[in-house]
């Protein structure tokens, strides 16, 4: 038995490390991860194959699905006998699980991200300071962030997303339009270079997102060496390997800016822990996850 893995380049990923260790923590039935690698110009024949060989394989009880979330919907949702609601809403697959002989795709993002942000998201801070938002990338990740953040009781007080694709900022208006969402607090913006002028416009306090992939699955930063934040901002990488270009020079602005720095580890442990839990049908307690977060960090 064997869990599967989809992604770009799964063989560099820490889970290699981890996944064994967790495997004896929640007392699952195989310490093997599969990994599929698509290249990120991948077909639709691709991606549907993969699924296939993943519904076929009767020793691989589900997966997770990294980068490539929004490929696998719009290539191959029709060779699932079931997704769930945020899957819908988002369009995107981020993992796979099978249940009486159904195979399910989940849309785990927001619930990941949420977890994450809450860890280092005062619970008033966008009260407090009126920091604004500033998603760099809306693909999977950062719609599930813009949608998180567009629910939570102390939200910013204004969002602004950018895209080097026009269609990816469109679909994202149209998912919150669906939604009965209002969008009058929502700036998309698309961008074909660094995003320095528009970090510096943001207030004090905001939080500014690299959530565009660049410094992991494609080389740069959506930011120039140059660029200064607002003060007291929170700069949030969600990768956590990679060259992280982005992370690197946020950590060069950090005392100069009185930054709170954030890096994609505790994103990657939760995204993983709520992909498993739903593969193997596992419940995630508080005392589990902090288990788990402690096994991750030995390896790290």
């Given at each position: 038995m064997s869990m599967g893995f989809v992604g770009v380049s799964t063989g560099e990923s820490s889970i290699r490390r981890v996944f064994p260790q967790w495997a004896?923590?929640?007392g699952l039935p195989?310490?093997?991860l599969t990994g599929f690698d698509l290249p990120l110009d991948a077909d639709r024949d691709q991606y549907r194959d993969?699924?296939?060989r993943i519904a076929d394989d009767p020793a691989m009880p589900g997966a997770l699905i990294t980068t490539h979330k929004l490929a696998v919907y719009n290539a191959a949702a029709d060779l699932f006998d079931e997704v769930d609601p945020d899957a819908q809403r988002f369009r995107e697959i981020s993992s796979v699980s099978k249940k009486d002989g159904r195979l399910v795709g989940h849309a785990l993002d927001a619930v990941t991200a949420g977890l994450a942000m809450e860890e280092f998201i005062p619970q008033d801070h966008f009260r407090r300071t009126g920091g604004e938002l500033l998603c760099l990338g809306t693909g999977g990740a950062g719609t599930a962030i813009v949608w998180y953040l567009m629910h939570r009781v102390d939200r910013?007080?204004?969002?602004?997303?950018?895209?080097?694709?026009?269609r990816k900022l469109a679909a994202l208006r149209a998912m919150l339009r669906r939604a009965g969402i209002s969008t009058s607090h929502l700036d998309t913006v698309e961008v074909t270079g660094p995003a320095d002028g528009l970090i510096?416009?943001?207030?004090?306090?905001?939080?500014?997102?690299?959530a565009t992939g660049m410094g992991k699955d494609t080389p740069g930063s959506p930011i120039s060496e140059h660029c200064c934040f607002p003060p007291g901002s929170m700069v949030w990488e969600i990768n956590y390997?990679?060259?992280?270009?982005?992370?690197?020079?946020?950590?060069?602005?950090?005392?100069?800016d009185d930054l709170l720095i954030v890096d994609?580890?505790?994103?990657?442990i939760h995204g993983w822990a709520q992909v498993i839990a739903a593969v193997f049908h596992v419940e995630l307690t508080e005392t589990r996850m902090a288990e788990l977060a402690e096994a991750a960090a030995s390896v790290r």
């Open positions: 004896e923590i929640l195989t310490r093997e993969v699924v296939k910013p007080k204004r969002i602004f997303c950018t895209d080097t694709s026009r510096e416009l943001m207030p004090p306090g905001s939080l500014v997102v690299n390997r990679g060259s992280l270009d982005f992370l690197a020079i946020a950590r060069d602005r950090q005392a100069a994609g580890w505790r994103y990657f």
